[in-house]
C-alpha cells in the first residue's frame, strides 16, 4: 500500500510537532530521555514516521536547538525595539542574553551543549545559530560608529559573547558560589569590556 503523501503545510505542521514534543520531553526528562522511538510514543504515531522527518536522533536534535535558538534570538531582538543610545543597546542586548539563559536554562544549554556535531553538519541550525551572533556584531558596530569604543566590530562581538556565555555556564552549572550573583555580575562585566575598548579623547 503506498504511503499517503501529504502537502507542504501538513509536512511542516507534523515536523514542528515533533520538534515540540521532542523538547518536552527534553524538558521534563532531560536529554537521555529524547529518542525517536519515545518521541512516536508521545504524539501517538507509529514507531517509523519519525524517520520520515529526521534520519536519527541527532537531527531531531538540531532541529530541537533550531527552534531553541530561533526563541534566544527573538528574544535578542525585542532588547532593541526601542531607539536608545549605542551603549544602552549594548546593556539590554546582554540583559536579554542573561534573561533568557536564566528563564529557559534547559534550553539555553541544548543549544550550547559540547556534545553535539559541528553545527556546520545541520546548515539549518548553523544559519539560525548565526542570527543572534550578527545582531550582536550590530549593535557593537554601532557603538563604534558613535565613537563610543574602539575595535573591529566582529572580534568585539566574539568578546562580548564570550564574556556572556561564560558568566551564564557558570550559572547555569550553579558554580557562582563565591559571593556574587549573576545579576550583580553581569554590569561590572560589561563596564570591563566597555572600559577595555572605550575610545581615548584627544
Request: hydrophobic share 45%; proline share 4%; aromatic share 6%.
Amino acid at each position: 500500500m503506498a504511503r499517503q503523501q501529504l502537502s507542504a503545510e501538513a509536512e511542516h505542521d507534523m515536523r514542528c510537532q515533533l520538534v515540540d514534543a521532542g523538547l518536552a520531553l527534553y524538558r521534563s526528562a532531560g536529554l537521555e530521555a529524547v529518542s525517536l522511538r519515545r518521541l512516536a510514543d508521545a504524539v501517538g504515531i507509529s514507531h517509523t514516521l519519525p524517520y520520515r522527518y529526521f534520519a536519527d536522533k541527532d537531527a531531531l536534535l538540531a532541529a530541537m536547538r533550531c527552534a531553541c535558538v530561533r526563541a534566544f534570538d527573538q528574544a535578542l531582538c525585542r532588547s532593541l525595539t526601542a531607539a536608545a543610545a549605542p551603549e544602552t543597546h549594548l546593556r539590554r542586548f546582554a540583559a536579554a542574553y542573561v534573561d533568557y539563559a536564566c528563564q529557559h536554562t534547559a534550553d539555553y544549554l541544548l543549544i550550547f551543549t559540547t556534545e553535539q556535531p559541528p553545527p556546520s553538519q545541520y546548515p539549518a541550525l548553523l544559519a539560525a545559530r548565526q542570527a543572534p551572533f550578527e545582531r550582536a556584531v550590530v549593535v557593537v558596530q554601532a557603538a563604534i560608529d558613535a565613537e563610543l569604543i574602539d575595535g573591529e566590530a566582529r572580534t568585539v562581538a566574539h568578546q562580548f559573547w564570550i564574556m556572556l556565555h561564560g558568566l551564564m555556564t557558570l550559572h547555569a552549572a550553579n558554580q557562582l558560589v563565591h559571593g556574587r550573583t549573576v545579576t550583580e555580575l553581569i554590569d561590572p562585566l560589561l563596564t570591563r569590556i566597555l572600559t577595555a575598548h572605550r575610545r581615548e579623547t584627544p
